[in-house]
């Protein structure tokens, strides 16, 4: 999965992110334990679950 920063997620949409989310959480489950893809996919969790924070009323 490629990475997803806090810009990239913060110029989308919330449905976007909440997609973006469940395609980073299959691929952490996918990827081989302690693999740079399954790094990338946790970092892209954490950015994606920070933008929603962010939008929660």
Same mark, same amino acid.
């Given at each position: @999965?490629?990475?997803v !920063?806090?810009?990239e997620?913060?110029? =989308?949409?919330?449905? +976007? =992110?909440?997609? =973006?989310?469940?395609?980073?959480?299959?691929?952490?489950?996918a990827?081989?334990?302690? !693999?740079? +893809?399954?790094?990338?996919?946790?970092?892209? @969790?954490?950015?994606?679950? !920070? +933008?929603?924070?962010?939008? !929660?009323?």
């Amino acid at each position: @999965m490629k990475l997803v !920063s806090r810009f990239e997620a913060a110029t =989308l949409g919330t449905a +976007e =992110l909440y997609g =973006l989310r469940k395609e980073a959480f299959i691929a952490f489950s996918a990827a081989a334990r302690g !693999s740079q +893809e399954q790094r990338n996919a946790l970092a892209s @969790m954490r950015a994606i679950e !920070s +933008e929603l924070a962010k939008r !929660s009323p």
